[in-house]
């Protein structure tokens, strides 16, 4: 599995930006996509998944009603819309991906990305 994250930036608070995933290598709709972020002396933090379905996505608390994500099958993309963006937001996000129906927030993923920074600062 090929996972290419792109998307990542400085952008002030209250911003949005929008991150994309590439997955490449695999049967795109057999695997569940998940986004983590890891801060600077910070544990590595589940953001946000989606299972095979799009109706099956999951938040952490600090993101919900500001984070959305949805895939692509045609392009084989997953997206993490960023709005309302904090200043507890900048980290190096990563995407995360499995071959599994439905998708999680704790523990790992078998296949990674190499991330994507995303700084929000004034």
């Known amino acids: 599995v090929q996972l290419v994250e792109s998307g990542g930036m400085l952008v002030q608070p209250g911003g949005s930006l929008r991150l994309s995933c590439a997955v490449s290598?695999?049967?795109?709709?057999?695997?569940?996509i998940a986004w983590w972020r890891q801060a600077p002396g910070l544990e590595r933090e589940g953001v946000s998944c989606?299972?095979?379905?799009?109706?099956?996505?999951r938040y952490a608390e600090s993101v919900k009603g500001r984070f959305t994500i949805s895939r692509d099958s045609a392009k084989k993309v997953v997206y993490l819309q960023m709005n309302s963006l904090k200043p507890e937001d900048t980290a190096t996000y990563y995407c995360?991906?499995?071959?599994?129906?439905?998708?999680?927030?704790?523990?790992?993923?078998?296949?990674w990305g190499q991330g994507t920074q995303v700084t929000v600062s004034s």
């Open positions: 995360a991906a499995e071959n599994a129906q439905w998708c999680w927030l704790r523990g790992s993923y078998d296949n």
């Open positions: 290598g695999v049967t795109f709709d057999d695997y569940v």
């Open positions: 989606i299972s095979r379905s799009e109706d099956d996505t």
